[in-house]
């Protein structure tokens, strides 16, 4: 079985930067697909980034060259590096697991994956 336990979000003001991360307890093999969505009250959940086991990434639009996703395998932990957030960024942030590579020819789904975390909370002021 897989626990993942996210930590790192918090308030800032729009322009600010947060990390978040992701700790996974339990058998997680490298092959495994890495991923972080989040939920705004009152929307769908959105994926935001994923992480393949040879380092490749992918950024949805709406977060490309602001957001960062990365990886540790070592520590079994992943990363989201967000910079110049803004107000839209408000959400509730999930990390998540796929136990298989990441599906490059489809857009991010969360419907693919197999462990959640509980969230973190992510609140940007303007």
């Known amino acids: 079985q897989v626990q993942l336990v996210e930590s790192g979000g918090g308030s800032v003001q729009a322009g600010g930067s947060l990390r978040l991360s992701c700790a996974a307890f339990g058998y997680i093999d490298r092959t495994y697909c890495m991923a972080w969505f989040r939920q705004a009250p009152g929307k769908e959940r959105e994926g935001v980034a994923r992480?393949?086991?040879?380092?490749?990434?992918g950024h949805a639009g709406s977060v490309s060259g602001r957001f960062t996703i990365s990886r540790d395998n070592a520590e079994n932990t992943l990363y989201l590096q967000m910079n110049s957030l803004k107000s839209e960024d408000t959400a509730m942030y999930y990390c998540?697991?796929?136990?298989?590579?990441?599906?490059?020819?489809?857009?991010?789904?969360?419907?693919?994956?197999?462990?959640w975390g509980q969230g973190t909370q992510v609140t940007v002021s303007s």
């Open positions: 992480i393949d086991s040879t380092g490749r990434t």
């Open positions: 998540a697991a796929r136990v298989s590579n990441c599906p490059w020819s489809r857009l991010l789904q969360g419907n693919e994956y197999n462990y």
